[in-house]
C-alpha cells in the first residue's frame, strides 16, 4: 500500500507537482520522455494503473482517505501518499477535488506514428484542437465507437492534461495515439496514412462534400476521419492531403456542430 504522509500545510514542495507546476513544467519535469501527468478521480487512476502507468506520488483529501484505501493498496510502500486537510486542498489545486484523490504518474513512452496506427482500420486525426474539453470528450468517443487509433497534429491539445483526462474518463490511456512532428504535418502524417491504405475523410463544410450516410463510405476500408480546430477547421493544407470531404446532413441551416459532438455521430455512422 502507499505510504501514508499526513501534512499540515500546502506550502510542502512535495506538493509542487499537484498544483504549482504548469502543465508544460509536467510535461518535461525531467525530459521529455519522462515527463509526468496527473490523474484525476478513482475512475481515472484506475483506468492509468491499469495501464501500466507508474504512480509517483499521491495526494488525498483527509476527508475521502478512507474511500481512497483500495488504490492506494494498488501500489507499493514507495509511492507516498500525502494527506491534507480537506480545506488545505482546494487552496492548494483551486478547485473542488473530484473523489479527493490525484496521483501524479509517469508519462508512458511516445509512439511513433508508425506504431500507433499499427493494425488500426479506424483513425481518428485531430488538427488544432485547442479546447483540452474537446480533446478529451473526442476521445472518449473515439475509444467507445470504434477507433483504433489517434493522430494529433503538432498543435493540438494534449490528450494527458489533468482536465482532457478527466473529461476523458481515462481514455487517452486505453487507446494508442501519436502526435506529427512539426516537419511532417500535414504532408508527412498524410502521406503515412496513405501509404498504410487509409482513406483520408476531412469532416468539413465543403461543396464537393458527400454526406456520411452516403453508400460509397460504407464500402470502404481502412478509414481516417479528419477533424479541424474549433474556430476556423481545418486549414487548406490539410483539405489538400484529404481524399475526400464529408458531412453530417443537417436541418433549419445549421452548419456545424461541437467537433465532440460531430464526431461522436461520424464514429457511430463509420466505423460501428
Given at each position: 500500500?502507499?505510504?501514508?504522509?499526513?501534512?499540515?500545510?500546502?506550502?510542502?514542495?512535495?506538493?509542487?507537482?499537484?498544483?504549482?507546476?504548469?502543465?508544460?513544467?509536467?510535461?518535461?519535469?525531467?525530459?521529455?520522455?519522462?515527463?509526468?501527468?496527473?490523474?484525476?478521480?478513482?475512475?481515472?487512476?484506475?483506468?492509468?494503473?491499469?495501464?501500466?502507468?507508474?504512480?509517483?506520488?499521491?495526494?488525498?483529501?483527509?476527508?475521502?482517505?478512507?474511500?481512497?484505501?483500495?488504490?492506494?493498496?494498488?501500489?507499493?510502500?514507495?509511492?507516498?501518499?500525502?494527506?491534507?486537510?480537506?480545506?488545505?486542498?482546494?487552496?492548494?489545486?483551486?478547485?473542488?477535488?473530484?473523489?479527493?484523490?490525484?496521483?501524479?504518474?509517469?508519462?508512458?513512452?511516445?509512439?511513433?506514428?508508425?506504431?500507433?496506427?499499427?493494425?488500426?482500420?479506424?483513425?481518428?486525426?485531430?488538427?488544432?484542437?485547442?479546447?483540452?474539453?474537446?480533446?478529451?470528450?473526442?476521445?472518449?468517443?473515439?475509444?467507445?465507437?470504434?477507433?483504433?487509433?489517434?493522430?494529433?497534429?503538432?498543435?493540438?491539445?494534449?490528450?494527458?492534461?489533468?482536465?482532457?483526462?478527466?473529461?476523458?474518463?481515462?481514455?487517452?490511456?486505453?487507446?494508442?495515439?501519436?502526435?506529427?512532428?512539426?516537419?511532417?504535418?500535414?504532408?508527412?502524417?498524410?502521406?503515412?496514412?496513405?501509404?498504410?491504405?487509409?482513406?483520408?475523410?476531412?469532416?468539413?463544410?465543403?461543396?464537393?462534400?458527400?454526406?456520411?450516410?452516403?453508400?460509397?463510405?460504407?464500402?470502404?476500408?481502412?478509414?481516417?476521419?479528419?477533424?479541424?480546430?474549433?474556430?476556423?477547421?481545418?486549414?487548406?493544407?490539410?483539405?489538400?492531403?484529404?481524399?475526400?470531404?464529408?458531412i453530417i446532413p443537417m436541418g433549419r441551416e445549421v452548419d456545424s456542430l461541437n467537433v465532440a459532438a460531430s464526431s461522436a455521430i461520424a464514429f457511430w455512422?463509420?466505423?460501428?
Amino acid at each position: 500500500m502507499a505510504r501514508l504522509a499526513q501534512l499540515g500545510t500546502i506550502d510542502d514542495k512535495r506538493l509542487d507537482v499537484f498544483a504549482r507546476l504548469s502543465e508544460h513544467q509536467l510535461k518535461n519535469a525531467l525530459e521529455v520522455e519522462r515527463g509526468v501527468f496527473i490523474a484525476e478521480s478513482h475512475l481515472v487512476v484506475d483506468v492509468a494503473l491499469d495501464s501500466g502507468a507508474e504512480p509517483l506520488a499521491f495526494l488525498v483529501d483527509e476527508r475521502d482517505l478512507p474511500a481512497s484505501e483500495r488504490i492506494l493498496a494498488r501500489t507499493g510502500d514507495d509511492v507516498p501518499a500525502y494527506v491534507l486537510p480537506h480545506e488545505q486542498v482546494s487552496r492548494l489545486t483551486g478547485f473542488h477535488l473530484t473523489r479527493g484523490l490525484l496521483c501524479a504518474m509517469r508519462r508512458p513512452r511516445a509512439l511513433s506514428l508508425a506504431e500507433a496506427l499499427d493494425g488500426a482500420r479506424h483513425v481518428a486525426v485531430l488538427e488544432d484542437l485547442v479546447d483540452v474539453a474537446n480533446v478529451g470528450a473526442l476521445f472518449r468517443n473515439a475509444a467507445a465507437l470504434g477507433v483504433d487509433a489517434v493522430v494529433l497534429s503538432p498543435r493540438c491539445a494534449d490528450p494527458l492534461t489533468r482536465r482532457a483526462l478527466r473529461v476523458s474518463m481515462g481514455c487517452a490511456l486505453k487507446l494508442p495515439w501519436a502526435r506529427a512532428a512539426e516537419g511532417e504535418w500535414p504532408e508527412g502524417a498524410f502521406d503515412v496514412l496513405h501509404e498504410l491504405g487509409f482513406e483520408c475523410l476531412a469532416m468539413a463544410l465543403d461543396e464537393r462534400a458527400v454526406p456520411l450516410d452516403d453508400p460509397s463510405l460504407a464500402r470502404a476500408g481502412r478509414q481516417a476521419l479528419v477533424f479541424g480546430s474549433e474556430g476556423p477547421g481545418l486549414t487548406a493544407r490539410a483539405l489538400a492531403a484529404c481524399d475526400r470531404t464529408v458531412i453530417i446532413p443537417m436541418g433549419r441551416e445549421v452548419d456545424s456542430l461541437n467537433v465532440a459532438a460531430s464526431s461522436a455521430i461520424a464514429f457511430w455512422q463509420l466505423f460501428r
